[in-house]
T-cell receptor, first 112, second 115 residues
Framework: EDQVTQSPEALRLQEGESSSLNCSYT??????LFWYRQDPGKGPEFLFT???AGEEKEKERLKATLTKKESFLHITAPKPEDSATYLC?????????????FGAGTRLFVKA | DSGVTQTPKHLITATGQRVTLRCSPR?????VYWYQQSLDQGLQFLIQ???????AKGNILERFSAQQFPDLHSELNLSSLELGDSALYFC??????????????FGPGTRLTVL
C-alpha cells in the first residue's frame, strides 16, 4: 500500500538551532515529491518539488533532498517565523492517472 | 497569495443539510483538485478534474460530488451532512495533470462546521 510517513510529529527548536525533518515513502511509480508549508487555518504553501534521487533544492533557510526511500527538509538557523506545519506529499501512478498522497506533517515550533 | 480562490471562507450548517463549496483556479490552470483536512486525518485527496472532466478519484464519499464548469471553476457538493464532515476543504489547481513539472497550488480553504 502506498504510504507517506513524516517524522517527527512535532519539533521544538531554539532560534538558530538547525535540524532536519524526515519524509519516508513507499509508493510504486514515484513521479515527484513535494514539500509544503502550512500555517494554522490556511492553505498549504508550495515550497519544493523533487523528481529524482540525489536531487537537492534550496530556498532561504530551507534545503530539500531526495533519496530512493526518503526526503529530508533541512532547516538552517531557523527563526520564529519558520514555525509552521511542514507537509510532504508524493505523486505516484494510480488508476486512470496519478494520485497525490500527503503525510500527516511535522509541526515545527521555533522559540526566540 | 496562490491565485486560487475559494468561497465561502466559513460555512456553518446543520446535520442532514446540503452545501456547495466553490473554487476558482489560477489563471491558466486546467486542473482542479479537492481535499479534505480534518484534525485527525490530515489532507485527504477527494477528486480531481481536468478541463471539465473527472480525472482521478480518491476517498470521496457517495454523498459528495463535484464538477468543473466550462469557465474552469469547480464546485464541491456535500449532502446529507454529518458531524464528521466538519473539516477544512481545500481546492488546489495545476496547469495540467500529467506534466512532470505540475505543481498543485492551494486555495485558502473553506471551513465547514456541521452542528
Amino acid at each position: 500500500e502506498d504510504q507517506v510517513t513524516q517524522s517527527p510529529e512535532a519539533l521544538r527548536l531554539q532560534e538558530g538551532e538547525s535540524s532536519s525533518l524526515n519524509c519516508s515513502y513507499t509508493v510504486s511509480g514515484l513521479r515527484g515529491l513535494f514539500w509544503y508549508r502550512q500555517d494554522p487555518g490556511k492553505g498549504p504553501e508550495f515550497l519544493f518539488t523533487l523528481y529524482s534521487a540525489g536531487e537537492e533544492k534550496e530556498k532561504e533557510r530551507l534545503k530539500a533532498t531526495l533519496t530512493k526511500k526518503e526526503s529530508f527538509l533541512h532547516i538552517t538557523a531557523p527563526k520564529p517565523e519558520d514555525s509552521a506545519t511542514y507537509l510532504c506529499a508524493v505523486q505516484a501512478r494510480g488508476t486512470g492517472g496519478f494520485k497525490t498522497i500527503f503525510g500527516a506533517g511535522t509541526r515545527l515550533f521555533v522559540k526566540a | 497569495d496562490s491565485g486560487v480562490t475559494q468561497t465561502p471562507k466559513h460555512l456553518i450548517t446543520a446535520t442532514g443539510q446540503r452545501v456547495t463549496l466553490r473554487c476558482s483556479p489560477r489563471s491558466g490552470d486546467l486542473s482542479v483538485y479537492w481535499y479534505q483536512q480534518s484534525l485527525d486525518q490530515g489532507l485527504q485527496f477527494l477528486i480531481q478534474y481536468y478541463n471539465g472532466e473527472e480525472r482521478a478519484k480518491g476517498n470521496i464519499l457517495e454523498r459528495f460530488s463535484a464538477q468543473q464548469f466550462p469557465d474552469l471553476h469547480s464546485e464541491l457538493n456535500l449532502s446529507s451532512l454529518e458531524l464528521g464532515d466538519s473539516a477544512l476543504y481545500f481546492c488546489a489547481s495545476s496547469v495540467r495533470w500529467d506534466a512532470p513539472t505540475d505543481t498543485q497550488y492551494f486555495g485558502p480553504g473553506t471551513r465547514l462546521t456541521v452542528l
